[in-house]
């Protein structure tokens, strides 16, 4: 058995694609998925569950679907891989909440940005580690392999590695 994080793409943003976490939690618990956690209502799952990754999602992707009638897609993480993506945070001078990491299945490309001014970018491995210095709620870039994968904050991934530790 492995500790897992799920990472849930567009959930809870902007009144779309409504999960709620509780209701999330009841429905993982009724599967072989065990311990399961979640971490804010951003879609961020914690749990430990089969070694293979495949058997995972299939899990996950029947049982919100059976709860919420549809499935964002789903972005998998061992606990361990939480803990390197930290370890390969280029930015650690920066605060927690002005780095944020794309999650994607499979290489990470930074593509052609657009609107890029203080902004810095830099692909790594399946992530993509953006500083914004001044707030991203500031910025205009437009990052292209934000759209194929889900972004979460420094603060974010370490609770969530830290999480998964306990568990596994």
């Known amino acids: 058995m492995t500790a897992w994080v799920a990472l849930l793409r567009a959930v809870n943003v902007g009144g779309t694609g409504k999960i709620e976490m509780a209701r999330l939690r009841e429905a993982l618990g009724k599967t072989a998925l065990e311990q399961v956690r979640t971490y804010i209502a951003s879609g961020n799952v914690v749990f430990v569950g089969p070694d293979d990754e495949a058997e995972v999602r299939q899990v996950l992707t029947e049982a919100i679907n059976g709860e919420f009638g549809g499935c964002p897609e789903i972005i998998l993480r061992t606990g361990k891989d939480m803990a390197r993506v930290l370890a390969r945070n280029p930015f650690t001078d920066a605060a927690g909440n002005q780095v944020i990491v794309v999650f994607v299945d499979g290489p990470a490309e930074v ?7 203080v902004e810095q970018v830099v692909a790594d491995a399946s992530e993509v580690f953006i500083h914004y210095p001044s707030g991203q709620g500031q910025s205009k870039l437009v990052v292209p392999a934000a759209k194929q994968g889900t972004g979460r904050n420094i603060n974010t991934v370490t609770k969530l590695a830290e999480m998964a530790a306990e568990i596994g």
Not at 111 to 117: A, K, S, V
Request: glycine share 14%; net charge neutral; no cysteine.
């Open 111 to 117: 593509g052609d940005l657009r609107h890029q001014t």
